[in-house]
Every structure is written in C-alpha cells, then in structure tokens.
C-alpha cells in the first residue's frame, strides 16, 4: 500500500506542485487552490483511496467542516485527516 502522502504525487491540478511536501498549504490564506481547485482535488483523492484501499473514504463531510483548524489548510494535515478516517475503517496505515 502507498504511503497516504504519495497518493498527491498523481494529483494534476493548476498551481499544485508535483511532489508537495507534508508543509505544502492547500487552501485558505496562501493556499495553493481555490474553491473549484479544492473540490478537484477532494474528489480525485477520493477516487484514488477507493482505488488502493478499496474503502470509499468521504473527506468533505460534517466532521471535516466543523473541526476548529480545518483539515484542508496543508497537505501534512488532511494526510493526517485521511489516516484517521482509514484506521476507522480498519485500514492499517
């Protein structure tokens, strides 16, 4: 199984680098996406851990929306967010 951080090295969005590190803002003040960007990058993400883990992962859901430092703001941090979800779908990451 990847590691959940190289699940972005596939990802081919406008102004989202080939390689991010766990450092690398998503979205908010200086993020690398907007909106539109965001919700591509959601969906293709969603798609590929279907794919690898065979599990169907939602990240944008109400538990997401309403943590008090989103989940969104950092590639480090919505991998963290994904590992989480996956171990609560008894996926061993």
Same mark, same amino acid.
């Given at each position: 199984? /990847? /590691? &959940? &951080?190289?699940?972005?090295? *596939?990802?081919?969005?406008? *102004?989202?680098? /080939? *390689?991010?590190?766990?450092?690398? /803002?998503?979205?908010?003040?200086?993020? =690398?996406?907007?909106?539109?960007?965001?919700? *591509? =990058?959601?969906?293709?993400?969603? #798609?590929?851990?279907?794919?690898?883990?065979?599990?169907?992962?939602?990240?944008?859901?109400? +538990?997401?929306?309403?943590?008090?430092?989103?989940?969104? +703001?950092?590639?480090?941090?919505?991998?963290?967010?994904?590992? +989480? =979800?996956? +171990? #609560?779908?008894?996926?061993?990451?």
């Amino acid at each position: 199984m /990847k /590691k &959940i &951080i190289e699940l972005f090295y *596939n990802i081919d969005l406008e *102004n989202f680098p /080939k *390689n991010p590190t766990a450092d690398h /803002k998503i979205f908010g003040s200086e993020g =690398l996406l907007d909106s539109m960007g965001l919700v *591509n =990058l959601v969906v293709t993400l969603e #798609e590929q851990l279907q794919d690898e883990y065979c599990v169907a992962i939602t990240l944008a859901d109400e +538990r997401a929306m309403s943590q008090s430092e989103s989940p969104f +703001r950092t590639v480090g941090s919505l991998t963290k967010f994904i590992e +989480r =979800l996956l +171990r #609560e779908e008894g996926v061993s990451v």
